[in-house]
């Protein structure tokens, strides 16, 4: 008798312990409902899609370099609220100047979203090309120098609800400073690449 009240009361404390617990999967937070304090996250399921190369993948020579052709991608699941999409393009394996800088390769923004994405080699009307590292407006294809490891160019996508008030001469501080309290979704979208080092 003693050890049926014990093995009750063992099991009230481990309901009592995971009715306690944070729910990450539930809802409240960032998208959430039930009311209640934040609870982890729910966010919508944006997506970056391209046939151009898998994402992980080798970047192909066609997108490579100066001269590189800006691949297309499409996008889906962004929220209703969605208005316009940015793209930022950069080298994460590098640091610039002892900074937290990397390699900007491009930037875009006010892409409308009724366009669903971006067809290979140029942009929607309405959308602005920024800056590259080169103060060159447009897309400037991976490029890193003869090496053992491939270094990750990622494309990040933010879905926002507004359309950016910014001149093409805007840098990429500026961008993200604007798009602060915009931001209604974001995914990401990364390719490989790297040059032989010349043989010995």
Same mark, same amino acid.
Do not use: C
């Given at each position: 008798m003693q050890k049926t009240v014990l093995r009750a009361a063992a099991g009230l404390l481990v309901l009592a312990a995971l009715g306690s617990a944070?729910?990450?999967?539930?809802?409240?937070?960032?998208?959430?409902? &039930? *009311? *209640?304090?934040?609870?982890?996250?729910?966010?919508?399921?944006?997506?970056?899609?391209?046939?151009?190369?898998?994402? &992980? *993948?080798?970047?192909?020579?066609?997108?490579?370099?100066?001269?590189?052709?800006?691949? &297309?991608f499409t996008f889906s699941g962004a929220p209703d609220t969605t208005q316009t999409y940015a793209i930022i393009f950069h080298d994460m394996d590098v640091s610039i100047g002892n900074n937290t800088g990397d390699v900007l390769h491009w930037m875009a923004w006010n892409i409308p979203a009724s366009a669903k994405g971006i067809p290979e080699g140029k942009l929607p009307d309405g959308s602005v090309n920024g800056n590259n590292m080169r103060n060159q407006p447009g897309y400037m294809g991976p490029g890193a120098p003869p090496g053992v490891r491939y270094h990750h160019y990622v494309f990040e996508l933010y879905a926002l609800n507004a359309k950016l008030d910014l001149p093409a001469t805007t840098t990429r501080d500026q961008l993200l400073a604007a798009m602060q309290g915009k931001i209604v979704a974001k995914a990401a979208y990364v390719g490989r690449f790297h040059q032989e080092p010349p043989k010995q």
């Amino acid at each position: 008798m003693q050890k049926t009240v014990l093995r009750a009361a063992a099991g009230l404390l481990v309901l009592a312990a995971l009715g306690s617990a944070p729910a990450f999967a539930q809802g409240g937070g960032a998208g959430g409902g &039930g *009311g *209640g304090p934040p609870r982890g996250f729910n966010l919508p399921p944006l997506l970056m899609e391209t046939n151009a190369f898998p994402d &992980g *993948g080798i970047i192909p020579p066609k997108f490579v370099g100066p001269m590189g052709v800006q691949p &297309g991608f499409t996008f889906s699941g962004a929220p209703d609220t969605t208005q316009t999409y940015a793209i930022i393009f950069h080298d994460m394996d590098v640091s610039i100047g002892n900074n937290t800088g990397d390699v900007l390769h491009w930037m875009a923004w006010n892409i409308p979203a009724s366009a669903k994405g971006i067809p290979e080699g140029k942009l929607p009307d309405g959308s602005v090309n920024g800056n590259n590292m080169r103060n060159q407006p447009g897309y400037m294809g991976p490029g890193a120098p003869p090496g053992v490891r491939y270094h990750h160019y990622v494309f990040e996508l933010y879905a926002l609800n507004a359309k950016l008030d910014l001149p093409a001469t805007t840098t990429r501080d500026q961008l993200l400073a604007a798009m602060q309290g915009k931001i209604v979704a974001k995914a990401a979208y990364v390719g490989r690449f790297h040059q032989e080092p010349p043989k010995q």
